[in-house]
């Protein structure tokens, strides 16, 4: 009978301590204090007076910075911040850069003081692309401009139906490949850089992201055909493209554009054609190869780290709209800008006529004997020449 009433009482003892358990607090209980979950930070305002008067204070580790300054992080992203590398396993000669984040502090012309792939990024968006882009307006707006307003160059001398060949068939065929790359160059290169403002709003992102996929590798593709056409134009026009008799007077007179009448005599190319050649093929024809082939990662010995393939791509930029705005110009003159011009290098042969007014001393050169007036193979009897 005794172990029945100490079970009874164990029993109610235990259902007891459940309902007080489950009973809601009232207004005079005592609350719980809640410890706070998660990871906590420092208290930031448990800072050590006159931390900074340590004269090893710019040299203290991150634990060292955390005794005197809670959540001081300074250190070691001054660390990150400086382009220091972490371990890797990769080799150095194949990833150079593989445990660094973020690149030291650079200043490229045109950005702030930042790391280097902020500061490219700011000269591409704040200066390439906007600056860039409102020069190749300006340029077909007043190449407009003028076809409007004073339509093409004419020949005003009658024709005489006697032609003279202006270009071989070999001058025709460098010219030609080297204006086919530079185009498939420039369309893939503008779309590339320009085409989500203009395009990706019509197209859609899906239809606009293969289309700028199958440029790029145009794109690179068209690049060494440009470079080895290039080489080709520059050896095949170079004797015709010194500096010779008139051509001072060519340029005081703007090429007839100042003091009225008719452009000054010149030889077989003018002064304007030379600026091109020498600025536009050799010079920045030169710099545009170059950095394209860095880009390609094709040069052999360079170590390709982030900041020069940034420094590259700027220059290579930058290169690329001033020979856009350049052969621009070079091909409204070439073909709808002037009378007979684009017979000559389509067909290779110009009229008499059309030679003595644009290149007066080259036409008196060929009269005279001195330049072959038929320069390629001649045509076979019974043969006629398409001109």
């Not at 204090?33 to 800072?47: E, L, M």
């Not at 660094?100 to 012309?109: C, S, T």
Request: include cysteine; aromatic fraction near 12%.
């Amino acid at each position: 009978m005794k172990r029945v009433q100490l079970a009874i009482l164990s029993v109610a003892l235990c259902f007891g301590g459940w309902v007080h358990a489950q009973a809601p607090a009232t207004a005079v209980s005592t609350p719980a204090v809640a410890t706070p979950g998660g990871i906590q930070g420092q208290n930031i305002f448990a800072v050590k007076p006159d931390a900074d008067l340590d004269p090893k204070y710019a040299t203290q580790t991150n634990a060292e910075r955390a005794k005197v300054q809670p959540g001081n992080n300074a250190p070691i992203w001054r660390q990150v911040g400086s382009g220091v590398s972490g371990f890797t396993s990769l080799p150095k000669s194949e990833a150079p850069e593989a445990g660094n984040l973020i690149q030291p502090f650079v200043q490229y012309p045109g950005s702030n003081l930042t790391n280097a792939g902020e500061a490219w990024r700011q000269v591409r968006n704040n200066w390439l692309i906007p600056y860039g882009g409102s020069l190749l307006v300006i340029i077909m707006l007043a190449l407009a401009f003028v076809y409007f307003a004073k339509g093409p160059m004419k020949t005003t001398l009658p024709a005489t139906g006697r032609k003279i060949e202006r270009f071989t068939p070999f001058e025709r065929a460098s010219h030609w490949a080297n204006a086919i790359a530079f185009v498939a160059l420039g369309v893939s290169g503008v779309v590339m850089a320009y085409g989500k403002f203009f395009l990706l709003p019509i197209m859609g992102s899906t239809l606009f992201g293969w289309l700028t996929y199958a440029l790029k590798n145009l794109h690179n593709f068209a690049g060494p055909l440009f470079a080895v056409s290039l080489v080709v134009v520059f050896f095949t026009f170079v004797k015709d493209n010194w500096p010779e008799k008139g051509d001072l007077q060519w340029v005081l007179k703007g090429g007839g554009m100042l003091g009225g009448g008719h452009a000054p005599p010149t030889n077989r190319f003018n002064p304007g054609s030379k600026i091109i050649f020498w600025g536009g093929v050799f010079f920045l024809g030169s710099i545009i190869v170059a950095s394209g082939f860095v880009l390609d990662m094709i040069v052999p010995g360079l170590i390709y780290e982030r900041a020069t393939m940034q420094i590259a791509h700027m220059i290579h930029g930058v290169v690329s709209i001033l020979l856009l705005a350049m052969f621009l110009a070079h091909a409204y003159l070439g073909s709808i800008g002037m009378d007979g011009a684009y017979d000559g290098m389509r067909h290779g042969y110009v009229d008499e006529a059309w030679a003595k007014q644009h290149h007066e001393y080259w036409y008196d050169d060929v009269k005279s004997g001195k330049i072959p007036a038929q320069r390629s193979e001649p045509v076979a009897p019974g043969q006629t020449v398409q001109i």
